[in-house]
């Protein structure tokens, strides 16, 4: 598997053992790891902490140049606020873990031209579909449901 | 003028006086600021914390239902990132303060069924122009470009 969804998942793994929501992202430029991060809702009482927000967060403030060249890892399609971070910065290229048990705006990215792949891994499902059945009422807040 | 986009504009002005870009905004549910922010880049280091966003963590984990009665303030009109967070949490209402400095996707966000009231007030107005006009690098940053 692709190293850097690996290490999107190593993220929603540490987010795990937080007690918190195990989604994971990475930006990658140039073949590097730039930014890492985790859904922060539960261990900061984050409402815009999302894995993919604090992944940019982590990363700092980059050139628009650079973003240009950067590819976004998340292990879950990104919601509306993620996907509108992507086009806020023109990240040009977005890699999802897999987009089964919650869908973003994948189409109207797509419109924007922004590439998505979606690699539809196992591991990720298998983070998602634990914690929405163990803990459904954080998983609806999170996604604003 | 409502007092709530008064509100925001202080929040801008605190942006202001700390070197900050002056953007601010408010969230509103049932008559009552129940957050408010601003833009955080330059004081924080921010790449996600736009007034937009700084108002909805200091609003903290808010129920899916309060978000259906709120209205989001901002002085200026919410970029791509901005106003994905306004759909993700189906905030129903947008005020704007002004939109001729920057113009961000209002006919996505009407389409997806929000309203969003544009005030074109001078105020706002005249913050972004001497900011821009005094920072144009800065500006661009904040906004991908």
Redesign the interface.
């Known amino acids: 598997m692709d190293d850097f969804l690996q290490a999107a998942i190593e993220e929603a793994k540490k987010g795990v053992a937080e007690g918190g929501i195990p989604i994971g992202s990475v930006l990658v430029i140039d073949g590097r790891i730039v930014g890492s991060g985790h859904n922060r ?1 539960v261990q900061q ?5 999302h894995a993919e ?1 604090d992944c ?2 982590s ?6 140049s650079d ?1 240009r060249r950067a590819t976004l890892y998340s292990t879950l399609s990104p ?7 992507v ?4 990240i040009p290229k977005v890699v999802v873990g897999e987009n089964r048990t919650f869908c973003g705006p994948q189409a ?1 990215l797509r419109s924007r031209g922004v590439e998505v792949v979606i690699v539809d891994n196992q591991e990720c499902r298998e983070l998602m579909e634990s914690f929405i059945q163990n803990n459904p009422a954080l998983w ?2 999170d ?3």
């Open positions: 809702r009482g984050s409402a815009v902490l927000m940019l967060e990363a700092g403030r980059i050139k628009a973003y919601c509306d606020m993620c996907s509108g971070a086009l806020l910065y023109g109207y609806n807040e996604i604003g449901e």
